[in-house]
């Protein structure tokens, strides 16, 4: 459910400034609209990337602000009037002037992309998105707006200290209420009437006949966004005033005594106060000098992480097809960019990680070309991620392992997606060649004569930018191959023997990732060909080991109702049990053919399709086969058509 008034009145303080981080809230407030189902359906999204070749979500990246405010006005008019012609037509002016530099305005003496000349006035979409801030207003009297601004005033009272020194509680408290007021977005004619209303209250009697817990859910909902929008705007105003430092007690102070004489009554005291579970005062005095101890370790770790924080570099540039992009380092909440299934943030991922922000020679915010695309019906597992995210953090290698299709690549290139980061992709097939890696000489033709240069390979080309470095497949790699990454792994960089000798040192930002079918010890599970023990030399340079597994039935079932929300819930559960059922029977050996998540997208793509042309039980069936049942070699099928069956009838 959308929060008009919320994203209303954010949007209207995001838009009155014109800095970069306002761009990035309106930004915010776009995708939350997009990411919506019941603003926009899925189906629309999909029509967009279709009609003009980019996702929506992506688009949002490279906009005006004033187009972000076109979706945020849409949206909101959408979502009030229950019709899907208002994003239509905003989705059509932005992929138009994504299309056709004729159709844009005029920014800065070039075509805007996605700014269409058609995109309603600023004023326009101001007064829209002010309505909705008003609309909610309106659903109280006068009366209840002033009682609603005297309990808030009254919550703030109890929690932040006075701000007005010097003056009586009565004048603080009229004060603080009046500010309530003025955050409740009324012109000036109605926020008059509820300061009248506000004057004719006796405040002490209102708070004490109306405890918070008593509000309705509509009162308490408006008194929390008034608290909060006080304690904000108080917060940043006193930020930068000087307190008086605190002195805390360490190890390092002088040793806790005590007074022989006490000291009989004191243990006495603490073995009645607790239980006997404290019978001696010397366990206290041990244990607040350990607190010390890890008062200072923790403060130490801290400094650890700010350092290796700080020791990125905050900007540089990659040259991209000709252009220059540029980029910019910011560390950001883990929570706030990656939430869990249910949308909401996990305190698991309560820590800072680097995103990479690019832009264009116009300094327009736009994607790196190699930085893959954010996939909104994926499914982050929360367990995975504050492993893999953590060695991103702190520069570690990482080795994902798992079965063929539970989405290791995937996975790497969905969080990488979401960081900004760019994406390198090494496959160690048999064939690979030294010169593919590290680069070689080749003979070139110059005024008639031949000149033997060197073309750089793969590697010292991704180490020198911020970037991840996928190996895949490194199980399978060829030994006097994996020796060839093997000094790279240590973070040292690489000596290119066939460049005279050079020296490539890794950017702070370079990562290398590997994805497995094993854990580098050999095939367990004997069935993949190809599959080596690695070197215990090669395999140490890796930290972190993240095993991969298939997807539960519950994050199938909400992958499908995101991607596919004209399944019904029968379809959509016989489908994930069909796809559980094979699995099983693989890990068991039963069968040599998986069903992975990508061959559950194209299980579920095809029954919609055959479903227009044949029954559902038959496009079932159909889709079952061309997916799964077809691929599998012939001693398995049966076993694999048999589970449908029994499954689906």
């Not at 801290?302 to 290796?308: C, G, L, S």
């Not at 116009?362 to 367990?383: A, K, N, S």
């Not at 033709?445 to 240069?453: C, Q």
């Not at 290398?512 to 140490?540: C, H, K, W």
Request: glycine share 6%; with cysteine; proline share 4%.
């Amino acid at each position: 459910m959308v929060d008009t008034s919320q994203i209303a009145s954010e949007a209207l303080s995001l838009y009155e400034n014109a800095d970069n981080s306002s761009r990035n809230g309106l930004r915010k407030l776009a995708r939350k609209i997009l990411n919506d189902t019941d603003v926009v359906a899925v189906a629309a999204k999909s029509r967009f990337v279709s009609d003009y070749s980019v996702p929506i979500n992506k688009a949002v990246d490279m906009v005006h602000r004033h187009v972000l405010l076109d979706i945020i006005s849409s949206g909101l008019d959408q979502y009030v009037h229950q019709t899907s012609a208002l994003t239509g037509e905003c989705f059509k002016r932005i992929g138009e002037a994504l299309l056709a530099d004729g159709a844009c305005k005029i920014v800065n003496g070039s075509a805007s992309k996605g700014y269409n000349v058609f995109t309603p006035s600023e004023e326009l979409m101001q007064s829209i998105v002010t309505s909705h801030v008003k609309n909610v207003n309106k659903l109280f009297s006068h009366d209840n707006l002033a009682r609603m601004a005297i309990i808030a005033g009254g919550i703030i009272m109890e929690t932040v200290p006075p701000i007005i020194e010097g003056q009586s509680t009565n004048a603080t408290r009229m004060g603080v209420t009046k500010a309530m007021v003025e955050r409740m977005g009324l012109d000036t004619a109605d926020r008059e009437a509820v300061m009248n209303a506000v004057l004719g209250k006796n405040f002490d009697a209102l708070i004490e006949n109306n405890p918070y817990d008593t509000l309705t859910q509509e009162y308490a909902d408006r008194v929390d966004d008034l608290c909060a929008k006080h304690v904000g705007q108080h917060t940043s105003t006193t930020t930068n005033q000087k307190e008086e430092p605190v002195q805390e007690a360490t190890h390092k102070d002088d040793p806790i005594t005590v007074d022989p004489d006490f000291r009989s009554s004191v243990d006495l005291i603490l073995n009645k106060a607790t239980g006997g579970r404290v019978t001696n005062i010397d366990v206290l005095i041990k244990a607040q000098s350990r607190v010390g101890q890890m008062m200072e370790e923790i403060e130490e770790l801290k400094t650890k992480a700010a350092d290796a924080a700080s020791s990125f570099a905050k900007s540089g540039k990659d040259e991209v097809d000709g252009e220059t992009l540029t980029y910019e380092v910011v560390m950001r909440d883990a929570s706030e960019i990656f939430k869990d299934a249910h949308g909401k943030q996990s305190q698991k991922l309560k820590f800072e990680v680097p995103t990479l922000v690019w832009r264009d020679a116009l300094g327009q915010e736009v994607r790196h070309p190699d930085c893959p695309d954010i996939d909104p019906t994926y499914q982050f597992r929360m367990y995975m991620l504050i492993k893999f995210l953590s060695a991103i953090k702190f520069g570690h290698n990482s080795w994902l392992h798992g079965h063929t299709g539970t989405g290791k690549t995937t996975f790497i290139e969905q969080v990488a997606a979401y960081c900004g980061f760019p994406v390198e992709r090494l496959n160690l097939d048999s064939n690979l060649e030294r010169s593919d890696v590290v680069g070689g000489q080749e003979i070139t033709v110059e005024d008639g004569a031949p000149k033997t240069v060197y073309r750089e390979g793969i590697l010292p080309r991704a180490m020198q930018k911020p970037c991840w470095f996928i190996c895949d497949e490194i199980d399978a790699g060829r030994a006097d191959m994996l020796f060839v990454l093997q000094r790279a792994l240590e973070g040292k960089g690489i000596t290119i023997t066939e460049d005279g000798g050079r020296v490539v040192a890794p950017h702070d930002l370079f990562r290398f990732v590997a994805t497995a079918n094993s854990r580098g010890q050999g095939d367990e599970f004997g069935f993949y060909a190809g599959v080596r023990p690695l070197n215990i030399a090669m395999l140490d340079r890796f930290t972190m080991f993240i095993e991969v597994p298939y997807l539960d039935k519950d994050d199938e079932m909400r992958l499908l109702k995101t991607a596919y929300p004209t399944l019904n819930d029968n379809e959509r559960n016989e489908f994930c049990e069909f796809s559980q059922k094979v699995r099983g029977a693989f890990i068991n050996g039963e069968i040599s053919k998986t069903l992975s998540p990508r061959g559950l997208h194209s299980m579920a793509t095809y029954y919609l399709h055959f479903k227009t042309v044949m029954t559902p039980t038959e496009a079932r069936l159909e889709a079952a086969k061309v997916a799964v049942i077809d691929a599998a070699p012939s001693d398995n099928r049966h076993t694999i058509e048999q589970m449908f069956n029994t499954l689906v009838g």
